[in-house]
């Protein structure tokens, strides 16, 4: 349904025109800018999406005809309309969403290191540490270890 639609409706549930309820309309619809099918729908569509719309517009707006309209029921109104008459969660939208594999391929937090001492335990040093780049005057991780090694032998 476009946004203007909806309005229409706005109207004819809470009275005076169209352009009162534009803009928190077109602001649940903004999201086909990044799908253009029913499911961008949800990024907003949904119980979550309402309260948000609350904190963007406020709690309510004053329309043409002086009403002041709650915001969460106009937001309501149009999920409903696009929702097939019921508000759904976040968790209707995403407990639909199939799992792929490079959706939860994370990176490894530490990685072992050579114990610097021989017969010593591996140590875990955080992969964050060994990428980060030593200052010139510091060697790094693999160089301390490699120095270690070679004062043993």
């Known amino acids: 349904m476009n946004p203007y639609h909806h309005a229409e409706t706005s109207v004819r549930l809470f009275g005076g025109q169209a352009e009162d309820y534009q803009p928190l309309h077109d602001w649940m619809d903004d999201t086909k800018r990044y799908y253009a099918d029913f499911r961008h729908r949800a ?3 949904h119980s979550a999406g309402i309260f948000e719309g609350e904190a ?3 709690n309510t707006i004053v329309n ?3 009403r ?3 915001v ?4 309501e109104q149009h999920v409903r309309e696009d929702c097939g008459g019921r508000i759904p969660t976040v968790a209707d939208w995403l407990g639909n969403i199939r799992a792929e594999v490079w959706m939860n391929r994370g990176y490894p937090i530490e990685k072992k290191v050579a ?4 017969g010593a335990a591996p ?5 964050s540490v060994l990428n980060q780049a030593a ?3 510091v060697p790094s991780v693999e160089t301390m270890v490699e120095l270690i090694r070679l004062r043993k032998k």
């Open 43 to 45: 990024l907003r569509h």
């Open 56 to 58: 963007v517009f406020g």
């Open 64 to 66: 043409s005809s002086g």
């Open 68 to 70: 002041n309209v709650p």
């Open 72 to 75: 969460r029921l106009i937001l």
């Open 115 to 118: 114990a610097p001492v021989e």
């Open 123 to 127: 140590v875990d040093v955080p992969v």
């Open 135 to 137: 200052p010139p005057s």
